[in-house]
């Protein structure tokens, strides 16, 4: 009798744990729905402020497709370091090669990207990619002027004000946190410069699945233990 009951609480617990994972994957796909980027930019600083560094061109780099890796310092009528900015940075323009593709390396669904937008000029455009660096259209462009006007600061490629040289963040949701893998720069002239990429991903709906079920596992094997001692002392 006794393992017939603890057959039947097993299978009642089992079939809560499916239950809680349906509800979890059906929440996962409802919020896919609406596709949606916002965009924000803050004063940057001689001292780097912004979210922890994925990609600092130094230590971490990030697959790129044109463009270049350059400095540290600023090399006249060709590149200039961004404020905020140690070390090497990436620059596409005349100088190197543009456009200029940067692939994040995701593991997951992209939450938020920042990084700094050194020297914010109006020929300076960011187009966001898949993962294979292929661009996903005009919706997906954001221009110099547009990020400029956030911060708010003049776009006339300055390297005196801080302000001209924001840190820059998208948050991304619903479909656009698995379609976007990359961005692509495009600068008419010399140059349109990033440093200190922070990329924010979270684990694929199938792993926060799996995740969930190790969990109810785990649960359910301290119950039967703690069960299990309880039967022994009471014995």
Same mark, same amino acid.
């Given at each position: 009798?006794?393992?017939?009951?603890?057959?039947?609480?097993?299978?009642?617990?089992?079939?809560?744990?499916?239950?809680?994972?349906?509800?979890?994957?059906? #929440?996962?796909?409802?919020?896919?729905?609406?596709?949606?980027?916002?965009?924000?930019?803050?004063?940057?600083?001689?001292?780097?402020?912004?979210?922890?560094?994925?990609?600092?061109?130094?230590?971490?780099?990030?697959?790129?497709?044109?463009?270049?890796?350059?400095?540290?310092?600023?090399?006249?009528?060709?590149?200039?370091?961004?404020?905020?900015?140690?070390?090497?940075?990436?620059?596409?323009?005349?100088?190197?090669?543009?456009?200029?593709?940067?692939?994040? !390396?995701?593991?997951?669904?992209?939450?938020?990207?920042?990084?700094?937008? !050194?020297?914010?000029?109006?020929?300076?455009?960011?187009?966001?990619?898949?993962?294979?660096?292929?661009?996903?259209?005009?919706?997906?462009?954001?221009?110099?002027?547009?990020?400029?006007?956030?911060?708010?600061?003049?776009?006339?490629?300055?390297?005196?004000? &801080?302000?001209? &040289?924001?840190?820059?963040?998208?948050?991304?949701?619903?479909?656009?946190?698995?379609?976007?893998?990359?961005?692509?720069?495009?600068?008419?002239? &010399?140059?349109?410069?990033?440093?200190?990429?922070?990329?924010?991903?979270?684990?694929?709906?199938?792993?926060? #699945?799996?995740?969930?079920?190790?969990?109810?596992?785990?649960?359910?094997?301290?119950?039967?233990?703690?069960?299990?001692?309880?039967?022994?002392?009471?014995?």
């Amino acid at each position: 009798m006794a393992g017939e009951w603890g057959t039947r609480v097993r299978g009642s617990m089992m079939k809560k744990l499916a239950k809680t994972l349906v509800f979890a994957a059906a #929440a996962v796909t409802a919020s896919a729905a609406n596709a949606t980027i916002t965009v924000s930019a803050v004063q940057g600083s001689t001292v780097y402020s912004g979210p922890p560094i994925t990609y600092d061109f130094d230590t971490s780099t990030p697959v790129t497709i044109g463009g270049g890796i350059v400095g540290p310092g600023t090399t006249a009528n060709a590149f200039a370091q961004p404020i905020g900015s140690t070390g090497q940075y990436y620059s596409v323009g005349p100088s190197t090669i543009t456009p200029g593709t940067v692939l994040l !390396g995701l593991t997951g669904p992209l939450v938020s990207l920042s990084f700094i937008w !050194g020297s914010i000029d109006t020929f300076n455009s960011l187009q966001f990619t898949d993962a294979a660096g292929n661009p996903l259209g005009a919706a997906y462009n954001f221009t110099g002027s547009q990020i400029s006007a956030l911060v708010p600061a003049p776009a006339n490629g300055s390297q005196v004000l &801080n302000a001209q &040289n924001p840190i820059v963040t998208f948050l991304f949701s619903g479909l656009d946190q698995t379609l976007v893998g990359g961005f692509r720069m495009s600068s008419g002239q &010399n140059a349109f410069e990033i440093d200190n990429i922070a990329v924010n991903s979270v684990p694929e709906p199938g792993t926060w #699945a799996m995740m969930l079920l190790g969990f109810g596992a785990i649960g359910f094997a301290i119950r039967r233990r703690k069960s299990g001692r309880e039967l022994t002392q009471l014995a």
